[in-house]
Every structure is written in structure tokens, then in C-alpha cells.
């Protein structure tokens, strides 16, 4: 049975969406002329919005725009999502599609943190644990968050960290990094390939905030023999859409 909408709060909403980078101010006749409506339904629903501090006036202009309550409100949310609580259910999906060890981490104060390991049936003994931190150059979820930060932050962090060898497969030069993360941002994922414990591999993609910002990465851990040419493909496209489902609940908006 489909859901009764309401019409007078879908119009509302209608006229909030409209505010956007293109469109900070609005007149009553142009949210009119966008939405088809008539000047008097738009007039009566933006006095409401006035006087319960989503919409406020210039007074120079009369023109309208978004006011502080949508902001107090979305501060709320920003700080009360939980993106573990957001993600379990994700993980706990993708492990049972996959059968591998699926990996959360939180980029916080510089830092790689894992604070959520869900392992398939086939539960190996890897480098990972939550509440272990890792390395931000040679870890698949390490790369996926650095490759989206800023040119200048990528060379603050990769010269504070110890660039120390793991594996003889770790890349430990600045430039052969810097030129690595080039490919994960092109391709959407991390690859660590034996770079941080011999004989297992990891696919890890980017999760995005609703700042557009890279504040998570999930990962999917296994021997390198279980991802060959047949499952690989599998495990990259369930990665990256899991992570994008969890960057669209947390408020990320895709415009590319």
C-alpha cells in the first residue's frame, strides 16, 4: 500500500531544496515561476518557514534564503550520525556476499583507526584488529582516505610518518606514493598488494561526509590467492558500493 504524502509539507521541502549555490536568494514570484505554483501557495507556505526560522528575509531585496534553524539542525545530525551504526549493516551485508574479512576505519588526528572487523566464514589471522591504528602510505584503507586529501596535507603527512618498509612490495619514496595515489583517485580504490603483511591483499575505497570531506574507508582482507582474476572484480565492485552507501547516509551527495 503506498504511503499517503502530505501535499503542504512536499511543497515545503520543494521550496528548502531549491536553495542552493546557484539560488542562495529566492523572490516569492521565482520559487513560483520554478516550482508552477501560485504566488499565494508559495506565499503562505514561506511565511510559515519564516516563522519557524527555516526561511528568513533580506530586507534590502525582500528576497528569501535559507535561515539558522537549518543550520542548528544540521549540526545536529552531523554530529549525532554514527558511522559505525550507519555501516554494520553494510559490512555485515557485503561479508556475506563476499566471504572475506571486511574492514571500517575512521581517519581521525592524522591517524588510520580500525572500529569495525566483520570476518566471513574463512577468518584468517591478519594485520587488523579495531582499535589498531595503520599505516596511512601502505594500507589499502590508509591510501583510499590519503589519496583524497589535499596536495599540500599528503606531503605534511606522508613526512611525519616513519616510511618504513613492511614487505619488500611497500613503496617507501615520496613520489612513487604521491604517483601511486594519483591511480586510486582515477580508479575510486586502494589496492595494498603484499605491502603491508606477505601474502595478503586488500581492496579499500573512500567514504565520504556530507562536507564532501574523506572521513572513512572500507576494506575487504584476504589471502592473495582467494582474490585471482575471477573474485577480484567482485570484491571491487561490492567495495565501492558499499562504500558509496554509506557515504549517501551520512549526507555525501555524488556530483561527478
Known amino acids: 500500500m503506498t504511503e499517503r ?37 508559495v506565499h503562505g507556505i514561506i511565511k ?31 554530529k549525532h550520525l554514527d558511522i559505525g551504526n550507519i555501516a554494520r549493516p553494510i559490512i555485515r551485508k557485503l561479508v556475506e556476499e563476499l566471504n572475506e574479512t571486511v574492514h571500517l576505519t575512521v581517519f581521525e588526528r592524522d591517524e588510520v583507526i580500525y572500529i569495525e572487523k566483520l ?13 589498531k591504528r595503520a599505516p596511512i602510505y601502505c594500507t589499502g584503507v590508509g591510501k583510499a582516505i590519503l589519496a583524497h586529501q589535499s596536495e599540500a596535507e599528503v606531503d605534511r603527512l606522508l613526512l611525519k610518518s616513519d616510511l618504513k618498509p613492511f614487505t619488500d612490495f611497500t613503496l617507501t619514496n615520496i613520489e612513487d606514493i604521491k ?46 590467492m582467494r582474490l585471482d582474476e575471477e573474485k577480484l572484480p567482485k570484491v571491487i ?6 562504500a558509496a552507501e554509506i557515504s549517501r547516509q551520512l549526507g555525501y551527495k555524488d556530483t561527478h
Open 48 to 78: 510559515t518557514l519564516e516563522h519557524r526560522g527555516y526561511l528568513q528575509q533580506n530586507s534590502d531585496n525582500q528576497k528569501y534564503r535559507l535561515g539558522v534553524k537549518l543550520f542548528e539542525l544540521g549540526n545536529f545530525v552531523g
Open 179 to 224: 604517483n601511486h595515489l594519483a591511480t586510486v583517485r582515477g580508479q575510486g580504490y586502494a589496492v595494498d598488494d603484499e605491502e603491508i603483511e606477505l601474502g595478503l591483499k586488500c581492496i579499500a575505497a573512500p567514504i565520504f561526509n556530507h562536507q564532501g570531506k574523506v572521513v572513512s574507508s572500507i576494506s575487504c582482507a584476504a589471502p592473495k
Open 119 to 131: 570476518e566471513g566464514s574463512r577468518a584468517l589471522t591478519i594485520y587488523s584488529h579495531i582499535g
Open 237 to 242: 565492485t561490492g567495495i565501492k558500493a558499499a
Open 5 to 41: 504524502l502530505i501535499q503542504s509539507v512536499e511543497r515545503a521541502a520543494d521550496i528548502l531544496e531549491l536553495f542552493v549555490a546557484t539560488y542562495p536568494e529566492l523572490s516569492i514570484k521565482e520559487i513560483s515561476d520554478h516550482l508552477g505554483l501560485s504566488k499565494s501557495t
